[in-house]
């Protein structure tokens, strides 16, 4: 089956040994790869080859990984169902008809499909989470600081982070404990030494004995009937293995997705300021006036979902909009963030269904973009926060559709949830 996982198919060699030799890992499209295009699945940086490697793509290699090319991704990481690329939409190779999720959609794909041992994606609210939710692989997104951004083509600084896919919650560990660590060329990473455990592929021990595990109530009510089916038939199995509940509440869950949009959107506008036809991207093609070249560039090298996204964060940054969006949304940022420590304060970690829905089917969102948006309604609050969190399968609908469960951490508490999540 032709499923259109990769945007460019190579091989990087890693070094001859190393805890990841023999693998494969792929990697997500917006992650710099010396010599090898990095097209962001837009036009715009169709022809763009990077003249260094990612701090990500460093550690692969020094870990003595192969990578066998860069993956589909929705353009810019901008989407949920990875329909947006400029080289064609990726097909869900386990439910065909259906969406692999987004945006990361290319690397959960390939894994799910067989084609690659693990791969590496970017989480700005969910684009590692949902994929792995919509392939039935695992998908973590790491505490923000955790892995170095460097070489990462920027969506929404504040709320990205790079994470591993894998087709087990060990092997994601496996792939965590490779990546993270601390970068110079990366003000924001911390060193997790500081912070306890740091050999997460030790924790998938699936021990959960004793575990208390808090469920916000604002994440289950909220998803379809199938999803919330499997979300209670995994949280049986966790409390047969000696694991307890209680439900709590994030009362400011119900304003995350729009403090979540405002905030990415703005920070894309300023980020995709620089391809201008200039510095990056297509040539507008000067005629002695610039402006119209830069309209000209940005015109044919975007696509509709990033030109939706630019205009709205450009007008939620002008004069006179400033305090009335992006200052509200930071402070229910803030809102979200107290909520979540004030809720793991009473649990080791928090557990919803990852998405309140089932993989859609192509197509099905495209003209509805407040749909894919609302989607998110489960993991853009974690991107708020800055906490780490980890999608793995819960089972499947009647109809055979994968199911994700998300487990949600404090800050560096990545041991926790990887022994959450292996229980299952």
Known sequence: MSYNGYITETRIDGSDDGPLAGRSIAVKDNISTEGVPTTCGSAM?????????????????????????????????????????????????????????????????????????????????????????????????????????????????????????????????????????????????????????????????????????????ELVEGADKAVREQFWRAIDELEAEGASYHEVSLPSVEHAVEAYYVIAMSEASSNLARFDGVRYGVSGGYDGNWNETFATAREEGFGPEVKRRVLLGTYALSAGYHDKYYKKAQDARAWVKQDFDEALEEADVLASPTMPVPPFERGESLDDPLKMYLADANTTPVNLANLPAISVPAGETDDGLPVGMQFVGPAFGETDIIRAGSAL
């Open 45 to 217: 940086l169709e022809s763009y080859v990077p003249p260094f490697d990612a701090t990500v793509v460093e550690r692969l290699k020094q870990a003595g990984a192969t990578i066998p090319g860069k993956t589909n991704m929705d353009e810019f990481g901008m989407g949920t169902t990875t329909e947006t690329s400029a080289f064609g939409a990726t097909e869900n190779p386990v439910a065909q008809g259906h969406v692999p999720g987004g945006s990361s959609g290319g690397s959960a794909a390939v894994v799910a499909a067989g084609d690659a041992d693990m791969a590496l994606g970017t989480d700005t609210g969910g684009s590692v989470r949902c994929p792995a939710a919509f392939c039935g692989v695992v998908g973590l997104k790491p505490t923000y600081g955790l892995v170095s951004r460097y070489g990462l083509v920027a969506y929404a600084n504040s709320l990205e982070q790079i994470g591993p896919i894998a087709p087990s919650v060990e092997e994601a560990a496996e792939l965590l404990d490779v990546i993270a660590g601390p970068d110079e060329r990366d003000a924001t990473t911390r060193d997790a030494t500081e912070h306890g455990e740091t050999a997460y592929a030790a924790a998938a021990d699936g021990d959960v004995d004793g575990m208390d595990i808090g469920i916000p109530t």
